[in-house]
């Protein structure tokens, strides 16, 4: 059972443009973090949203934790070749185990 | 630091054979768990343990077996190699509430 899922699942947009992907679940998380994945290496931590509603910034990367904890977004400002990778949410259940979502495979074309 | 290791690489199995995947981490970490990655799926929770001496099944343990005897290792075991193992396979570990530092991978291809 896969819990959460992402959208899009692929996406490939030119260098400078605005992107938004999306996390969705019907459950229900205490926790969620973004990894980002580059080829042949696994995954490393963005971030970790815990309140309902909370909105973090990274540098051109905003990350939005539903009011509900059920979903998430990520939006890319201004997009760069360096930001081409595999992005993957991952919800933290009432069990204390992070369960990862389907990814969304980024390509920014220079 | 090392942080997390995994052995092999690469591996390729015949249908039927068994093998384990290695995984160590230097950080004292109680929490370790065990994913699958495919195309499209993300990463799928295998196995998890949540301290030396005790491991609880993900979302797909079939043919995996697991055990915990150190803190620092968790090795992953293939009892029966079948095409459906083909896979990558991350090994990650963290304390209870940080973020997951993960292994770079064992690609494995069963034939």
């Known amino acids: 059972t896969q819990l959460l899922e992402q959208s899009p699942q692929f996406l490939s947009i030119q260098e400078g443009e605005n992107l938004t992907v999306y996390c969705n679940s019907s459950?229900?998380?205490?926790?969620l973090q973004w990894y980002r994945q580059e080829p042949g290496e696994g995954p490393v931590l963005l971030v970790t949203?815990?309140?309902?509603?909370e909105v973090k910034k990274l540098k051109r990367l905003t990350f939005q934790f539903g009011d509900a904890r059920k979903d998430s977004s990520l939006h890319i400002t201004a997009a760069q070749p360096g930001d081409t990778g595999l992005y993957l949410c991952a919800g933290k259940n009432t069990g204390n185990q992070f369960y990862f979502g389907t990814g969304t495979s980024l390509t920014v074309i220079p | 630091n090392a942080g997390v290791t995994q052995t092999p690489k690469f591996q390729v199995l015949k249908t039927g054979q068994s093998m384990t995947l290695q995984c160590a981490q230097d950080m004292n970490h109680e929490y370790m768990s065990w994913y699958r990655q495919d195309p499209g799926m993300g990463l799928r929770l295998i196995h998890y343990?949540?301290?030396?001496?005790?491991?609880d099944q993900g979302e797909v343990p079939n043919g995996y077996n697991v055990s915990r005897s150190t803190t620092e290792d968790f090795p992953l075991r293939l009892l029966s190699a079948a095409p459906s193992q083909t896979s990558v396979y991350f090994c990650?570990?963290?304390?209870?509430?940080?973020?997951?530092?993960f292994g770079q991978g064992t690609r494995l291809t069963v034939v």
């Open positions: 343990s949540v301290g030396a001496g005790i491991t």
């Open positions: 990650a570990s963290r304390h209870t509430n940080t973020e997951a530092f």
């Open positions: 949203v815990v309140t309902g509603g």
């Open positions: 459950s229900v998380f205490s926790s």
